[in-house]
């Protein structure tokens, strides 16, 4: 995957070529070859977490004394971009791990906490999830049910979520309860405690080689050293939302990329009217929007990176950065299918299984038109959504 039309790699500095040649090259060797039959099958990657961890994929902007790889926003981009050139799943459980997990541990946790956590997370040792979605409320996660209530010296945690990304394989999860006094807490709530149990969801036609299952309490008991400390609103899930959104707005690059270049190739040595089908005007119309679309989304998320590197970056930029780059993908995944006719359904080419994925990307970490009723809200002054 090289496609770069307007030089961006010279704004890249050497140790971010070097992150992405090593992301690159792991997915090249470990992924490409066994994601078809994987997502076929509704099957995992085999120690997929540990190998994401050994390449320093799980937490990269965490500090290295967590166990992180220390890097900037630009190098989280591209690793995020590499591995959903892969699948989307594979980034999925990167950004999960990363957005969703370490940095909530790392931002909202105790010391205690981010030393008990982060190192296994960043190694792949142990996995986490991210519960905020519920049967009731998905796009409005302010009407969340899920209850905690102190007694004293624990608290008790009722309630359940739904369409959590890893929910079945995973050994924490940090998830997002409402208290008596009505405030947001997040707890870190860990497999084998009494009353937690993680049913599966299965028949997805997307994000196949990725596990979504519930989170369901029952009376779980919580330690209090459990209850993450400096976070009590609904800022503190919605923050970590942010991080996962940037990730997502590099990632579907790599999806968009992958199909796109399987195009040109194909279309250069497919012939009919004994004639390669990219000498065909309608074919050139197709490959040389896609190009232009992912150059304007390349450069979207590279601005972004430099603005979330100084702390500048606004909410609403990043759901502008998600809404527009996650369409740019899937327009290209369905429009490129095309080029490659009969062969473009078959898992020996990656865009069905991409355009597929990409359906769960345009709908979680918020919905295409949540996004731009966030777009809306910013220009105007003016809430749309209720
Ligand atoms: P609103 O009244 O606007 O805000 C409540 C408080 O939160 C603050 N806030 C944010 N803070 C940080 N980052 C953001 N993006 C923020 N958005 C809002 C806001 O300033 C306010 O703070 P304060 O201190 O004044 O209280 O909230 P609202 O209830 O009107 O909702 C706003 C809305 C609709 C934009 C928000 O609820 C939303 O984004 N909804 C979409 C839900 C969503 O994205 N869910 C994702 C679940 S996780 C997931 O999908 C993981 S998939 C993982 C994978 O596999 O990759
Ligand atoms: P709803 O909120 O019911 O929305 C349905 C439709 O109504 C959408 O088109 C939406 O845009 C529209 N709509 C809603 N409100 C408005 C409005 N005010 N104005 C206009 N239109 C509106 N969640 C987690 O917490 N953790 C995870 O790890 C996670 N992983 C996921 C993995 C997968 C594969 C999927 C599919 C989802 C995942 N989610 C996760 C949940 C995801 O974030 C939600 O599906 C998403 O936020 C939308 O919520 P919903 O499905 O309840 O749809």
Sequence with gaps: MATDYFHIDDLLT????????????????????????????????????????????????IPEQYGGAGLDQIAYGLIMQELEAGDSAVRSAASVQSSLVMYPIYTFGSEEQRMKYLPKLASGEMIGCFGLTEPNHGSNPAGMETKVVDKGDHYILNGAKMWITNSP?????????RDEEGKIRGLIVERGMKGFSTPETHHKWSLRASKTGELVFEDVIIPKENVLPNVSSLRGPLSCLNSARYGISWGVIGAAIDCYEVALQYSLERKQFGKPIA?????QKKLAEFITEITKAQLLVWRLGTLKNDDKATPAQISM?????????????????????????VGDYPMMRHAANLESVITYEGTHDIHLLITGNDITGINAFE
């Design 321 to 345: 950065a998600k809404r527009n780059n996650v369409k740019m993908a899937i327009d290209i995944a369905r429009e490129s299918r095309q080029i490659l006719g009969g062969m473009g359904i």
């Design 14 to 61: 050497e140790e971010h070529k070097l992150v992405r040649q090593s992301v690159r090259d792991f997915v090249n060797q470990e992924i490409k070859p066994v994601i078809d039959n994987a997502a076929h099958d509704h099957t995992d990657i085999p120690d997929l977490m540990p190998k994401l961890g050994a390449i320093g994929a799980l937490g990269p902007y």
């Design 169 to 177: 394989v995973a050994d924490i999860a940090v998830v997002w309860a």
């Design 279 to 283: 000498s065909f005007q309608l074919q």
